[in-house]
T-cell receptor
Framework: EAQVTQNPRYLITVTGKKLTVTCSQN?????MSWYRQDPGLGLRQIYY???????DKGDVPEGYKVSRKEKRNFPLILESPSPNQTSLYFC?????????????FGPGTRLLVL | KQEVTQIPAALSVPEGENLVLNCSFT??????LQWFRQDPGKGLTSLLL?????REQTSGRLNASLDKSSGRSTLYIAASQPGDSATYLC?????????????FGQGTTLQVKP
């Protein structure tokens, strides 16, 4: 089944404790992206990747890192999480960043930073 | 700066009604518009994608229209069912950016009562 998977689905952590949220897609997509969803603010792009080893900042990149060493994986790294990073995170992928592409989203990771 | 608005924020209808969800965007220079469904605790499911050159797309009981010049899209749901209860999000792929970023509205939460 073609899908985007994220792990973990739920995570409670404490301020300053490094964490990684994994994202994987099995559709051979070149483009991958991370969003966060917050009440009243909607979904906002954190980082995106056009292809392997090519990543760039979205609208809200502060406090996050990403890497794209393989085509299928695009982990989101929080080096020193803070309470304002409590949010619902979505990973997305598409064949490319092109004009015609549908984006497919993962199931989301709900993060609580205490 | 592109902004996407969805009205109403919430809608409750009895089963069987036909209904329309609205989406407006401030800059008509878009590549495409996508409607998503979000269920609690689950990810975003793509419903329909309308390219900027298209006027409408249909899938089953769903019909989405696009009027780029007026900055509006509507999602029409025919013969609504309780299983249609969810939050519906529209998102545009902005023509001013080649990042592949989607700009989302805040969503309309639909409740269909049996």
């Amino acid at each position: 089944e073609a899908q985007v998977t994220q792990n973990p689905r739920y995570l409670i952590t404490v301020t300053g404790k490094k964490l990684t949220v994994t994202c994987s897609q099995n559709m051979n997509h070149e483009y991958m992206s991370w969003y966060r969803q917050d009440p009243g603010l909607g979904l906002r792009q954190i980082y995106y990747s056009m292809n392997v080893e090519v990543t760039d900042k979205g609208d809200v990149p502060e406090g996050y890192k990403v890497s794209r060493k393989e085509k299928r994986n695009f982990p989101l790294i929080l080096e020193s999480p803070s309470p304002n990073q409590t949010s619902l995170y979505f990973c997305a992928s598409s064949l490319s960043a092109g004009l015609w592409e549908t984006q497919y989203f993962g199931p989301g990771t709900r993060l609580l930073v205490l | 700066k592109q902004e996407v608005t969805q009205i109403p924020a919430a809608l409750s209808v009895p089963e069987g009604e036909n209904l329309v969800l609205n989406c407006s965007f401030t800059d008509s220079a878009i590549y495409n518009l996508q409607w998503f469904r979000q269920d609690p605790g689950k990810g975003l499911t793509s419903l329909l994608l309308i390219q900027s050159s298209q006027r409408e797309q249909t899938s089953g009981r769903l019909n989405a229209s696009l009027d780029k010049s007026s900055g509006r899209s509507t999602l029409y749901i025919a013969a609504s069912q309780p299983g249609d209860s969810a939050t519906y999000l529209c998102a545009v792929k902005d023509g001013s950016s080649n990042t592949g970023k989607l700009i989302f509205g805040q969503g309309t939460t639909l409740q269909v009562k049996p």
